[in-house]
């Protein structure tokens, strides 16, 4: 009896004591951005990008380490614990994996070239950090001093005496390594091979970074040279003899390779995870400090917005620095279990640039879809550069419009230009691919600097890097804690993408019919695109668990699909005749 009447006086206690509750409530699908644009403020992001800039990074160096163990320092800072330390309780973890490096690392130290007879150097290290080639050993202290032998044509090398001269080409320096100093004997290479697209004429001291093999015997080196000093150097040739002091200090010693891992553990389905890779090598700003930066600021502040109780992820979330290529390659590799349940990969790179400074634009790299295959209208590959694939390497899935949708979102709100290239492959999205796993790539182009010693912080924009990093932020967001609504959400946006894109196909296809090509063609180009957006389509099964409903819409898209396929091929027959 008593219990009765106490009943209700209690429900309203545990109500009133709910309602007035402090606690900051979960943040929702819809608000993610809001929340996102006003937390996420590209400081940490930039300052990282500033520390890391500052080193030539390869693998096992001075420069690498130290952005590694930085990494490491700012994750502990923001709540992340040593997986060595770590409990079962704790969400927020780390690790630094260590393994020996078969081959010594090298850094850069100094460099100069001069011409004999001048005071002014040709080049020197202070102002062409760039200049070196990779692997190239020291001199002696003194320098080498040689003549300079000018190699128009490769194929004259063979019948030339380069035994203890400079050899200078205008090439990679890899190309000519073997005939020039393993087979002839040369002291050293001097090289220019800068792209067009880095506008030489017009940034003349940017030097691309090159690379020669590691060659222990012989101890060799290279040097790259900018446009200036390629051109004041052939002037000095058309007088007569040239002869150059090369003066070199590298360091090349035994070293382990690093890889940092972060991860924050999903509450429901912690086995299921995204990951983000952003490699650490490299001796730019903008390639790759800004992936960098800006990861790492997406970490600690996913971490902030869980301690808030703003963000709770469903599945993990992880972060991975280290080796391009091949530290992501072996993250999916060593453990096929894990690799099973990656469901989303994505590559940061090159995601931070002044557009007004380096030009180009942020792009999203597409995982392999037809315009890979039949590039026309606004899809364009970069200068970068990427070849004709093939239909059977197709990879159907919702991952790429519902980035792009996502992206345009942001890009909206902050008056922020989004666009897209075809798959062209270069960087860790690779690795994923190649495990089944989908991966897109987020990345700049064209950038007038890029791997040139002037890719410096002075071209790094902290407005991109904090919309990069909030769009990446609420894209993982979104898949981290998707379900059938959000599976739904994604249907429909395929949808309309297919609508789009077969419309616009449709275009293409006629101008090209009035070119003369064939309806065969055309009639494939449609039925492919069809195809890859009904598989694409079919893909988001993946998200929900179990839902009839689904079932019901994804039957729909498919049959408006396939419908509107039909059509435009009735059209284009049409359109043949006449």
Known sequence: MYKKSCLPLLLLLVFLSCKNSKETPQTNTSNYFDVLNQEFTGDLAYETTSFVEKYWRVVGNTGFNKSV??????????????????????????????????????????????????????????????????????????????????????????????KGKIVFAETHPHRIFNQAIVERGAAGLITYSNPKYLQPQKNTTSIQFRSIPLNKELKAWAIAMSYEAKERLKAELLKGKVFLNVSIKTNIYPSEELTIVADI???????????????????????????????????????KLMKEKKFTPHRTLTFLWGDEIVSTNRYVKEDSVRAKDIKWGISLDMVGEDTEKTGGTFLIEKMPDPSAIWTRGKDKHTEWGGRKMKLEEMTPHYLNDFLIHKFKEQGKRANWVVNTNPFEGGSDHVPFLKGNIPSVLFWHFTDQFYHTDNDRIDKVSKTTLKNVGVASLASAYALLNSNDTTANMILHNIETAAVSRLLEEEKQSKVYLKKGDSLVTQNKIITTWKDWYIKASQTTLDIVKDSKNHQEQLEKTTKKIDSLATEILKRLQEFKKN
Do not use: C
């Open 69 to 162: 163990y930085k990494i490491a320092e700012e994750l502990e800072k923001s709540g992340f614990v040593s997986e060595e330390k770590a409990t079962t309780t704790h969400h927020l973890t780390y690790r630094i994996e260590k393994r020996p490096l078969e081959k010594p690392t090298w850094e850069s130290v100094d460099a100069t070239v001069t011409i004999n007879g001048e005071e002014t150097p040709l080049l020197q290290h202070s102002t062409n950090r760039n200049m070196i080639a990779l692997n190239s050993y020291s001199t002696p202290k003194e320098g080498v001093s040689a003549e300079v032998v000018y190699i128009k044509d490769l194929k004259t090398i063979k019948d030339l005496d380069v």
């Open 265 to 303: 553990k999903g509450s429901k389905y912690p086995k299921e995870r995204l990951v983000f890779s952003a490699h650490i090598q490299e001796p730019g700003a903008n390639d790759n400090a800004t992936g960098v930066g800006v990861a790492l600021e997406m970490a600690t502040l996913t971490a």
